[in-house]
Structure formats: C-alpha cells, structure tokens
C-alpha cells in the first residue's frame, strides 16, 4: 500500500503550480485541478480494498448447491454446466476444505475466468472492473495529471513566464519607480517571443476531452451491464473446490464510482466549454473589448503582436479570465498609445466664476463617449471604473458616470495645467494622460 501511497502523493505533486503559472490558469482550468485533486484522494480511499491487496478477504467452504445464487449471475442460469461446478461434490466432505489462510490469499490473488464444458478456472470469479476498479481509478486520474503537466512545464518554459508575469501583473507601470519606456520595451519582447501557444493548449485540450470522454463511457457502460455490483459475496474455485468469498464494500465501490462518474463528467464539460471559448476567441471579456477597439480604429501598433497573434491572444485571454481584464488592459494601453487615450474620458476646462463661498478657480469636464471603448468598459457588471485627476501635487477621485461629471478645482486654468488624468478598472490604474497648456489654448477646448 505504500506503493500506492507514493504514487498518489506524486499525482497530487504535480498538481502543485507556481504563483505565475497560476496567474494564467482561468476560473474552469482551477476546476479542473481541483477535480482531479479530488479523483486521485478517491482512488487512494478505496486502494485498501483491491484485488490485489485484499485482506479483508474471507472464504467458506460451500456445502451441496448453497452458494448456487451467487453461480447465477456468472452466466446462463439454466446452463447445467454453471450449476453443477458451482458446487463441491456431495462426497467431499469438511475434511478436503483447505485451510482457510491459503484460501484466503489464493483468492485474493488469482482473478478466475469461464472455461467451456470443463466448468471453471481456479480463482476468484469477479468482473474485471471490480477487481481493479481502485487501479483503474488510479490510472484515469494519472492520465489526467499527466495530460496536463507536460503543457505547463513545457510551455511556460519556452519563454521567460516569470518575467511575462512580473511585467503583466506584479510591475506597475505608473509608479514613478519604474521606467515606463523600458517596461514597454521588456513587455513587447516577451510577448513577441511566445509561439506555439495556442497549439498547445489547444492540443491539451482535445487529449483532456480524449482522456476524461473515454473512461467516462467505459464507466458508465460497466455500471449499467456489470451484475457483479449486485453481490454480496463471490465464488472461488481452489482446484475444483467451491468457496463463497465476501469482503469487497460492493456498495462503497458503488458510491465511490458514481461520484468519480459525476466529478468525471463535469471535467468533460469544462473542457468542452475550453474547447468553444478558445475556437471562439470572442466569448472573452478583453476580446470583446479589444475588437470593438479595433472597429474604431483602422491600423494599431498591436496589429502584429496582438490582433494577427492567437498566441498572445490567448496567453492575455487566459490572465483576463484569471484575474479580470485590467492587467492585460494596461499592459496592452501601455504599448498602444492610441488604446490608452481611448481608455481616458474626454475633458474640458473652463473658468469657475467665483462666489463668496468660493474663490477662482476651474471647472473640468469629464465625459464618455457613447459607444466608445471606455463607455462599453463602463457598462460591465464586472468592471468598476474610476478615474483620477492630478495637477501639482493634489489629486481629485471621483467614480463612474453617466453623461458629464464636473469637478472644481481651487486653481485658474493657467496654473491648472499640465495635469493628468487616470482611469482605474477594479482599483488597477489601466491608462494615464497627461494634458499640456497646448492642447487648451482658449481654455475652452476639447480634448485632442
């Protein structure tokens, strides 16, 4: 059992995933990982009680035609042949019966199998799923492991995926810290070296499907034609003698093989709907986003390294569904300069006429534009937008709007400018401008 032991803790090992490879595994991938997590725990819960390892195992010696309800389910009921070596000659008597330690391993290691007019083979007469169903479990849930694992340790290693993860999600470019001109360089580097992603993952996925769908139909025909699920006890053959064997938790296999079937099933759905999302790359949040960018905008910088690139379509794809669609909005705004402005709302400066409650100052505009890429962001229950407007060394912050939000500032529109403005989605800053006295040179301008 140790053996076991040692194989299902390396099964759960290569479960173990880095901090980057995990920012890249989207919501049904960590499903998936728990479910084969949890059918590795269950092939190790019922190794104790396999064929092969048995020693719960107890034989009685059948007496006459006593142990002829269990002969019934091996095959015909009215073949004569069943019946009658089904049962220990009347002129044996308790004094051949063997004795019952070398009944006991002999059973529980020998598998019997239905000979012709003979009768039967010595061994334990049990299907083959029940008498390796704690193996066979085992198996499954390696093949799954070992589909997965190989991509992961393959893949990401055939580009610098801690780096890509640093500058993607742990590095904010917005900090004054980090050079954003470097980072752009560093970003668009790793990016343009990724190949062969999304035939790989692809091809993972097809063999997922391949490994979870054929054991899935093996299963579930076994349990529906295996009679042997309906016993308590089993007949074994010890040369030619007859014993009735009990020991298998029958119905404890059973439930255990109706939650494998379960959690099984549900790890085909999940890689079905993997399957769908990646040959329709559309169902994903940051895609949709992106080609409604690209509507407005006939050429992009991210033409080549994003928009004609499935690899680094997918790789962003699979950080949005992990963690939202920020991340890879902000590091592709960081290399597309037109993507940041469309992710800024429009602004307008006008004098604040003062009152006696307040002194001079400035009213700033801030608007959406309908049906702009900013305006559809906003829209998303999943996305909560905020912006931030900094002059000097102050800074205003104020949520998402419909139509116009104004904001005043105590300071004339001369000393207003330059200032910035930010947008945040779910507390991550994804874009920032800055607004030179050029571009409002009646202070009363729009944005350019």
């Not at 042997?228 to 009735?244: K, P, T």
């Not at 909560?384 to 205003?396: K, M, N, P, R």
């Not at 104020?398 to 403005?421: C, I, M, T």
């Amino acid at each position: 059992s140790y053996r076991m032991s040692f194989i299902g803790s390396t099964l759960l090992g290569g479960l173990n995933l880095s901090s980057s490879e995990k920012a890249f595994r989207p919501w049904w991938d960590n499903i998936e990982d728990n479910i084969v997590y949890t059918l590795v725990l269950l092939s190790l819960i019922v190794a104790p009680g396999s064929f092969i390892l048995m020693s719960t195992l107890d034989c009685n010696y059948c007496q006459v035609r006593e142990c002829q309800r269990h002969c019934e389910h091996l095959e015909d009921p009215d073949d004569w042949f069943v019946l009658n070596s089904c049962k220990n000659s009347e002129q044996n008597n308790l004094k051949d019966v063997y004795n019952s330690y070398f009944v006991k391993q002999y059973c529980s290691k020998t598998l019997g199998r239905r000979m012709n007019s003979s009768g039967f083979q010595d061994g334990l007469y049990i299907s083959f799923l029940l008498a390796y169903f704690p193996y066979l479990l085992l198996l499954i849930s390696g093949v799954l492991v070992l589909v997965d694992r190989p991509f992961v340790l393959l893949l990401f290693k055939s580009f610098n995926m801690e780096q890509l993860h640093k500058l993607l999600v742990l590095d904010d470019p917005f900090t004054e810290a980090l050079d954003r001109k470097k980072e752009t360089h560093e970003l668009m580097s790793c990016l343009g070296s990724i190949s062969n992603y999304f035939s790989s993952y692809l091809l993972r996925t097809v063999l997922s499907l391949v490994g979870s769908g054929v054991p899935l139909i093996f299963l579930i025909y076994n349990m529906a034609t295996d009679t042997f699920f309906n016993n308590l006890a089993f007949i074994c053959c010890v040369n030619s003698r007859v014993y009735e064997c009990a020991g298998y938790p029958i119905d404890f296999y059973w439930g255990v093989l109706i939650i494998f079937n379960v959690l099984l099933s549900v790890y085909f759905l999940l890689n079905i709907w993997n399957l769908v999302w990646l040959l329709l790359p559309n169902l994903s949040s940051l895609a949709i986003i992106m080609l409604k960018y690209k509507r407005m905008k006939t050429s992009s910088s991210l033409d080549k390294l994003y928009f004609n690139n499935l690899n680094v379509q997918l790789l962003m794809g699979l950080l949005s569904a992990s963690s939202g669609v920020a991340n890879p909005l902000r590091s592709l705004a960081l290399i597309d300069k037109n993507l940041n402005d469309a992710l800024i709302p429009s602004v307008q400066i006008e004098n604040a006429e003062p009152s006696p409650q307040s002194k001079p100052g400035s009213h700033v505009h801030f608007s959406v534009p309908r049906d702009s890429v900013l305006d559809h962001i906003s829209k998303k229950t999943s996305c909560y937008v905020t912006f931030s407007l900094e002059y000097g060394d102050q800074a205003v912050h104020f949520p998402e709007f419909k139509g116009v939000y104004q904001v005043r500032v105590p300071v004339s529109p001369p000393a207003l400018v330059p200032f910035a403005v930010s947008t945040s989605i779910n507390g991550k800053i994804v874009a920032l401008r800055k607004f030179e006295a050029s571009e409002f040179p009646a202070l009363h301008v729009n944005r350019i």
